[in-house]
């Protein structure tokens, strides 16, 4: 998807911040054409091929993932339901070779859905690997925006190209090397540890002692805050399809499990009515198919309530819209930071919230039972 560099807030590109969505890089050289130094800074050809390693290794273990998710909860369901017209067809007394194979095919899903569940316990390790491939890549988009709050490494750029893109491919290089280089006890750590968060911050924040220069901030308000703001909008766009599957799946569960309340009332009444009227065999029959339809629905709301718990729709749909409500707000903020003081304090606002973000992200996903 093309940036449009005259209306960037129209349209949405993933990566498109760092200049990898189709026409991205070619939008950032043309708005700031005058300003071959800028251009050097946006556009990062060393980290993006590093972060696109990670962004394809993230993106491929998320695909196994939700294979094997989406396959253990349909047989899982299947199974179950399965299991649950057995059952109730037998205590209708209703019997023979279809019963049977039923059974024996509920059985046999049944089987399947707990040897998927013990994959997905094995596949933790996937789990684990696309959490730091995506940790990593996150890293790596932060890592660059940070370089923009660095006042001394961008005034060094406004004077000297060459000699920046040296400074900066140093500092890169011990970045990878130090901190990506050990993914998941860098990661663990700094998710145990609170404190840790000032340290992942660039090292030359807050050395300038005035705000950014009038086109950085340009820069960073465009690609980074306005983007940002897009890029939620179409998660929050996605979750209206999320939080459909989950109210339908939610709404289910609870339906079901009403309906099969008040059945087992019906249940009870109809068999003590029975008991009292012996002659009516009519009663013990529908307090038979009561019973029947009851076990029924217990199971179906089960099946619901599983599917819904494990997604765990609901933590990622209070996600989406909190970053939505963090970014409209500073968005909102920008309108009135007219000095260069201001702009800093936004730039450094933004690149904590992208940290916290981060953080939560990891959190939701690492206790998701399946994936979506």
């Known amino acids: 998807m093309m940036l449009d560099a005259s209306n960037a807030g129209s349209v949405h590109s993933y990566n498109g911040d760092l200049g990898l969505a189709a026409g991205s890089a070619e939008a950032i050289r043309t708005r700031f054409a005058d300003r ?37 909860l349909a047989v899982a369901g299947i199974g179950l339901i399965g299991a649950g017209v057995e059952l109730a067809l037998r205590s209708l007394d209703v019997n023979g070779r279809a019963v049977d194979h039923l059974g024996g095919i509920s059985s046999s899903l049944s089987f399947l859905a707990t040897v998927a569940a013990i994959w997905l316990i094995w596949v933790r390790k996937t789990r684990k690997q696309w959490l730091e491939n995506r940790f990593a890549a996150e890293r790596l988009r932060q890592w660059h925006f940070q370089t923009l709050l660095d006042g001394p490494l961008c005034a060094l750029a406004m004077r000297d190209v060459a000699a920046f893109k040296a400074e900066r491919r140093l500092r890169f290089t011990r970045f990878v090397g130090g901190e990506l280089s050990q993914l998941s006890g860098t990661m663990q750590t700094w998710l145990s540890d609170p404190q840790r968060d000032e340290e992942m911050l660039h090292a030359g924040i807050g050395k300038s002692t005035g705000g950014p220069d009038p086109e950085l901030w340009e820069a960073y308000r465009w690609l980074r805050l306005e983007h940002q703001q897009r890029h939620w909008g179409a998660k929050l766009s996605r979750d209206e399809t999320l939080a459909g599957a989950e109210a339908l799946m939610r709404g289910a569960g609870h339906t079901c499990l009403q309906l099969a309340v008040f059945v087992m009332v019906v249940q009870v009444v109809l068999y003590a009515i029975s008991l009292a009227m012996p002659a009516v065999s009519a009663l013990e029959s529908g307090s038979i198919v009561a019973s029947a339809v009851s076990l ?35 968005l909102g903020r920008t309108h009135g930071a007219v000095d260069a003081q201001a702009q800093a304090e936004i730039m450094q606002s933004v690149e904590q919230w992208a940290m916290t973000e981060l953080k939560d992200f990891l959190f939701i996903h690492a206790h998701a039972k399946f994936l979506l």
Request: charged share 30%.
């Open 296 to 330: 029924l629905l217990v199971v179906l709301s089960v099946v619901f309530r599983a599917m819904d718990e494990g997604l765990g729709f609901s933590r990622e749909a209070e996600h989406y819209a909190k970053m939505s409500l963090v970014y409209i707000g500073i």
């Open 36 to 72: 071959p130094w800028l251009i050097e800074m946006l556009i990062d050809e060393e980290l993006n091929s590093v972060f696109l390693r990670y962004e394809d290794g993230a993106k491929g273990k998320k695909r196994q993932l939700r294979r094997w998710g989406a396959l253990t």
